[in-house]
Structure formats: structure tokens, C-alpha cells
């Protein structure tokens, strides 16, 4: 109970900082630190959070009106939850749900392991259809580390 107590504090406290809108903590995070490195790689757009369940992107560059979806994994997890529900597995021709889609790997410390940005051709690519959920993910593999195609934001980019 004493460690529930401390976690709901430290939550509010986030909340309270403009941190986090929600207590899906790491989406959350994931949202601030894209931001954060977003604008250091290009620090010519304003670039804003689009509202919590914002349908498809969950950043705007109000400049260019180029859109982001922003997905957070953490720890040994290297699947990230569903980009796009909207475009079947057999979809020849896929609408583009968002321009392009920012992957932020945490460690079990919430540490920035990683910010990966692809554009949405590369995300096409990488994709994974999950079945049981009925759309779109990306899996950080070899494949997809290795590829010069995905852009890595964070520090220790090479």
C-alpha cells in the first residue's frame, strides 16, 4: 500500500508538471521525450501534442503540417503497440495515417534507450500485421536497427 501511495504521488506530480495527461505512463513519457527530441532535430518547427486519443498522430508541426505517431516500449519489450487499425492486411494501397511514426525505447528505468523516426514509406517496410489485435506494429529487430532508412535521435545514435 505504501508503494501505491508513492506511486500515485509521484504520478500527480507529473500530471501537475505538465509531464503527463494520462497514466498510461509510458505512452506518456514516450509522447514527451519524442517531442523534446523532435525539436532538437529540427528545431525550425512548432510542433505541438495533439490531445490525449487523438486518432491516428499525437504531434503536429502547426508549420509544415507534418504529423507524428509516437509509441513507447520499455525494458525487454520490442514490440510496440498498434500504429494503424485502419488498413487492412491486404490493403494494396495503404491511406497514410500520419507522416511519420517515432518509436522511443525506454530501459526498465525509464532511461532513453533509443528514439527511432521513420517516414511513413519506411514504416510500410517494417511493419507487422498483429492478428489478434487487427492492425499495424513494429518490432525493433536487427533488421530494423541496421536500417539507414530509420533515423535514431537520441544521444548515442550510431
Not at 42 to 49: G, V
Not at 66 to 84: E, H, P, Q, R
Not at 118 to 133: A, E, P, Q
Request: aromatic content about 12%; overall charge positive; glycine content about 4%.
Amino acid at each position: 500500500e505504501e508503494l501505491l501511495e508513492l506511486y500515485s504521488n509521484i504520478e500527480i506530480e507529473l500530471k501537475n508538471r505538465g509531464v503527463i495527461r494520462t497514466s498510461n505512463l509510458t505512452g506518456e513519457l514516450a509522447e514527451y521525450y519524442a517531442l523534446k527530441y523532435l525539436k532538437s532535430w529540427n528545431n525550425e518547427m512548432e510542433l505541438i501534442l495533439e490531445p490525449p486519443s487523438t486518432k491516428d498522430f499525437d504531434i503536429k508541426d502547426i508549420k509544415s503540417n507534418l504529423s507524428f505517431s509516437v509509441k513507447g516500449i520499455k525494458g525487454k519489450n520490442n514490440k510496440t503497440s498498434i500504429f494503424d487499425r485502419d488498413n487492412h492486411k491486404n490493403e494494396l494501397n495503404p491511406k497514410k495515417l500520419f507522416d511519420y511514426a517515432v518509436v522511443v525505447k525506454f530501459n526498465y528505468k525509464y532511461q532513453i534507450d533509443q528514439v527511432y523516426l521513420l517516414s511513413w514509406d519506411v514504416f510500410l517496410i517494417h511493419r507487422n500485421w498483429h492478428s489478434t489485435m487487427k492492425g499495424w506494429d513494429l518490432t525493433i529487430t536487427n533488421n530494423f536497427k541496421l536500417d539507414d532508412k530509420v533515423i535514431k535521435l537520441s544521444p548515442h545514435s550510431k
